[in-house]
């Protein structure tokens, strides 16, 4: 019976909350969402920008990577996820990158990144960045 009554607020949750509806930001390039999960590194495009958020020495476990991604979800922050740099020709190999939006030009990247700035104080260090799929 609780099972039963727990299933039911569940699915009414996910159904009053906001981000329970949100595509996954790598379904789309160059689309905004509120998805508030991790892109999958196999749903992105072979080439795209994006705004590094910050950068999380890989000597650290990747879920303290995950752990950052998920503060700035907490702020509000939009399409954050963490890139790993064995498979980006283009990151540096000794850190995770936690990054926000995937677009086609580097044009939507810097507006997006401009708009971090004006909205989080804590992201003036927030920096564009072109990654190629090495994979």
Same mark, same amino acid.
């Given at each position: 019976m609780f099972a039963?009554?727990?299933l039911i607020v569940g699915i009414l949750a996910?159904?009053?909350? %906001?981000?329970?509806?949100?595509?996954? %930001?790598?379904?789309?390039?160059?689309?905004?969402?509120?998805?508030p999960s991790t892109t999958?590194?196999?749903?992105? %495009?072979?080439?795209?920008y994006t705004v590094v958020l910050a950068s999380? %020495?890989?000597?650290?476990?990747?879920?303290?990577?995950?752990?950052r991604a998920e503060e700035f979800?907490?702020?509000?922050?939009?399409?954050?996820?963490v890139l790993d740099p064995e498979r980006y020709a283009s990151l540096d190999n000794g850190f995770w990158a936690v990054y926000s939006g995937v677009f086609e030009t580097q044009g939507e990247a810097t507006e997006?990144?401009?708009?971090?700035?004006?909205?989080?104080?804590?992201?003036?260090?927030?920096y564009l960045k072109t990654v190629n799929n090495d994979s």
């Open positions: 039963v009554v727990g996910g159904l009053f909350n %906001p981000a329970g509806s949100r595509q996954d %930001p790598g379904q789309g390039i160059s689309q905004r969402t509120d998805a999958r590194s196999d749903a992105l %495009p072979e080439r795209f999380v %020495p890989r000597s650290r476990d990747r879920s303290e990577a995950e752990a979800r907490g702020e509000g922050i939009q399409e954050v996820g997006h990144r401009n708009e971090l700035r004006a909205s989080y104080r804590n992201l003036a260090n927030a």
